[in-house]
DNA sequence: CCTCATAAACAACACTTTGTTGTTTTAGCA
DNA sequence: TGCTAAAACAACAAAGTGTTGTTTATGAGG
């Protein structure tokens, strides 16, 4: 029984290769919706049957990168196997591994998550993304707070808030070209999360 | 001088009419991307060069379609002409009337803005409306806090946070078919705002 | 080094969508 | 009842798509 990764032919390594950079440059430039499949053999330089030896069309081609891409960041937002109720938020200044994971994560693929979150990007892209979050972020909620309070706010609307909150925070860090470290973002984002914005802006602790 | 508003000869006016309910329902059905011009004018029964007298490609009729909606958009949540700082939040549970007639403009055009947020909705849709969102909330917290605070964190950083939470949360309230009124939602809103997600959850005031 | 398998290139195909144009029919308006 | 303009109809070249049959070249194993 040989491994589930094929040793993989350097012929079709190469070939997926440039496509993914084409695919990548070409979102960038002309958008997901106005790209062709000729657009991408071209730049790629490569014969356009080739291409239909490998993808069906071009979603085919989109969702299997962002799959791929998008498991990885799932791993890296994941809880440790074991976790306690306080990976949540532990105090204002300390941010769950987790969440310097994901950052780190998302700043060694940079490019790929500007372009995919960017204006010209891939339509559903950001849900997928936000699904991830939210169900993580779902997730721990339950963990730290198991009853449904006395009806404070329904959980899934303040689940909701958090997570768009997130992904807008990220996008931002991405749209500003990482000014700072993941650490700090993480920070941030907890502090937020636990101060609330408006605090934040008149300047509480 | 005749009105801006031309009185508007009935077939057009059908015809245009016809267009986009046909628009509308292609984009929840099969997105924006992979519906054809065919595809409108068959559904909307008119001969396919007569779409082309009223607009140039697909992308031209979305973006009239959306300018006029977000034109109202903003309208509906920019700040009254004469404003306090204390329009932002005046006190936990009384949001302010831009966020309430907010989510009344989006009640009142709840198919519409259902069927661009969704999955399958125009790809640069959601991004124009949190730029406008965005642009809203910064000019009211240069108001509400007119210094750039002893560096607490950069404004822009909360300003993102605030605005896609709002977005996030607007979406969620289309997604569920608008379970709550738009004075609920508004109120939440603040709420969340003021008191930070994870206060929320544990049951806070 | 040679041979075999197969990836990639090449070429041609029918088919669909697109944008445009010239002509005819139809509907509003005065 | 006419005039005007919108819409329908028909046909077009151009471009993209997906597929297939054939040839070339490249990597892997003996």
């Known amino acids: 029984m040989s491994d589930t990764t094929s040793p993989l032919d350097p012929r079709i390594k190469r070939t997926l290769h440039v496509i993914r950079d084409a695919f990548l440059a070409l979102v960038d430039e002309k958008g997901f919706d106005q790209m062709t499949i ?13 291409f239909y030896l490998h993808y069906r069309d071009k979603y085919d081609l989109q969702g299997r990168l962002v799959d791929s891409m998008l498991r990885e960041f799932a ?97 931002h860090w991405l749209e500003e070209d990482m000014p700072y470290t993941a650490v700090y973002m993480a920070t941030q984002l907890i502090r937020l999360h636990a101060l609330g914005a408006t605090r934040i802006l008149k300047g509480g602790t």
Chains 1, 2 share one sequence.
Request: charge should be neutral; glycine fraction near 6%; hydrophobic fraction near 40%.
């Open 38 to 50: 000729r657009d991408i053999t071209e730049r790629a330089e490569i014969n356009r049957a080739t």
């Open 75 to 171: 791993a890296a937002f994941e809880l440790p196997p074991a976790f306690g109720a306080d990976d949540f938020i532990k105090d204002t200044d300390t941010p769950p591994a987790s969440f310097i994971r994901q950052f780190e994560h998302i700043a060694a693929h940079a490019h790929f998550y500007k372009v995919m979150l960017g204006p010209r990007g891939v339509p559903g892209f950001s849900g997928r993304m936000e699904r991830i979050i939210r169900d993580s972020l779902a997730r721990r909620s339950r963990i730290a707070q198991p009853h449904e309070d006395q009806a404070v706010m329904p959980r899934e609307l303040v689940v909701r808030y958090v997570t768009s909150a997130h992904l807008g925070v990220v996008t």
